[in-house]
């Protein structure tokens, strides 16, 4: 399923068996696979950890990232367990800046912060909420922690089809001095292309991009994407 700007009222269902697509994206190339549990972002606790342990099983040599619901450090456990590498903590690590840093620094390289904003100020519970500060206020001093990145969201070009915010994603890099994965936007090569231009004098910056409804509609080819940024 993908939403447009997070709204659970105008999502797309692309699939009903998440675990065969997995294993499409999989034999289309993909290197990582991210997940996220929309109805456990929502709820605040995971809701589908057992579809996505199987998720996991299908990729099975490809990390896979996974976000929603993860608030307490029995959650990464778990998931951390069946073989995810890549925890996203969002709501839980805006609100509890504490625990960001006691599981990061738990579990070096393996926890991402997941950023999202809206008019650059950071939302939280599945996006329903402004968390009143912004995403460059908030990345100040994350540079100390062993992150494995962040994943940076535009929630107002997320499913929509427009592009990247690239300025917006380039300045929070540099601001967090930490590895970005840019989300929201993408739509084509030419996204992908500018993405790359942006972070050119610092390519160490730059994790990757996160793209959904373009590689399910069809305007983006996963292996054409992949091989442009590695370029």
Not at 112 to 138: H, M, Q
Not at 206 to 218: K, P, Q, S, V
Request: net charge negative; proline share 3%.
């Amino acid at each position: 399923m993908r939403l447009r700007q997070g709204r659970m009222d105008d999502s797309t269902v692309f699939s009903k068996d998440p675990v065969a697509m997995a294993l499409h994206w999989k034999s289309q190339g993909a290197r990582r696979l991210h997940i996220v549990d929309l109805d456990g972002a929502f709820a605040g606790v995971p809701r589908n950890g057992e579809l996505i342990r199987d998720m996991v099983s299908a990729m099975g040599n490809v990390p896979v990232q996974v976000g929603g619901g993860i608030r307490i450090k029995q959650i990464i456990d778990a998931y951390l367990e069946a073989g995810v590498q890549g925890l996203i903590l969002g709501t839980k690590a805006v609100e509890e800046p504490a625990f960001l840093q006691n599981m990061a620094r738990q579990y070096p390289g393996k926890i991402i912060l997941g950023l999202d904003a809206r008019g650059g100020v950071v939302a939280t519970e599945g996006w329903d909420k402004d968390a009143g500060i912004t995403a460059l206020e908030f990345v100040q001093g994350l540079a100390e922690l062993p992150l494995a990145g962040i994943v940076y969201t535009d929630i107002d070009r997320d499913g929509m089809m427009q592009g990247l915010n690239v300025e917006a994603t380039l300045a929070l890099a540099k601001a967090a001095g930490l590895p970005v994965i840019a989300s929201g936007g993408v739509t084509e090569l030419t996204d992908l292309a500018a993405l790359k231009a942006a972070f050119a004098d610092s390519p160490e910056l730059l994790f990757g991009a996160i793209t959904g409804r373009a590689i399910y509609e069809g305007t983006l080819d996963v292996g054409q994407g992949q091989a442009l940024l590695d370029a």
